[in-house]
């Protein structure tokens, strides 16, 4: 209860100074467009910087500011490091190079001398069995 009083209770400064800061902010920007157009700066090019400053400066005034939100912004956490685990050493089988490679793709009769793919038997047209 006495958390929803202090926020009642502050909610109308809030609107005010909300509300004093949106015509302050809109009337900077009604001045920054006539210096533009006094200046001789495109119509188009000031009405767009203009319409991008007004959207940058109003979201802060209509949600207000969050100061743990700003605060977690600027001061974040160092990442911590973590302990490492000591567990026991695995025992992995003995690898050894000695292995016999595959067949390859592409085997040339030994008489005839034309090229077949690896999986045929035979020569299809000396009826060969042995390739090179």
Not at 13 to 22: D, L, N, Q, W, Y
Not at 26 to 53: M, W
Not at 88 to 111: A, D, G, H, R, V
């Amino acid at each position: 209860m006495k958390k929803a009083r202090k926020i009642e209770d502050n909610y109308p400064e809030k609107s005010k100074i909300r509300i004093i800061g949106g015509f302050l902010y809109f009337i900077i920007l009604l001045s920054i467009f006539f210096l533009l157009i006094l200046s001789d700066v495109n119509l188009y090019v000031s009405i767009l910087l203009i319409l991008f400053l007004f959207l940058l400066g109003i979201g802060p005034i209509i949600s207000g500011f969050n100061k743990k939100r700003l605060h977690n912004l600027f001061h974040r956490k160092a990442p911590q490091l973590q302990e490492i685990k000591t567990d026991q050493i695995k025992k992995f089988q003995p690898m050894t190079l000695n292995f016999e490679y595959k067949s390859s793709l592409l085997k040339k009769c030994s008489k005839c001398g034309m090229l077949l793919i690896g999986t045929t038997k035979n020569c299809p047209n000396c009826g060969n069995r042995h390739f090179d």
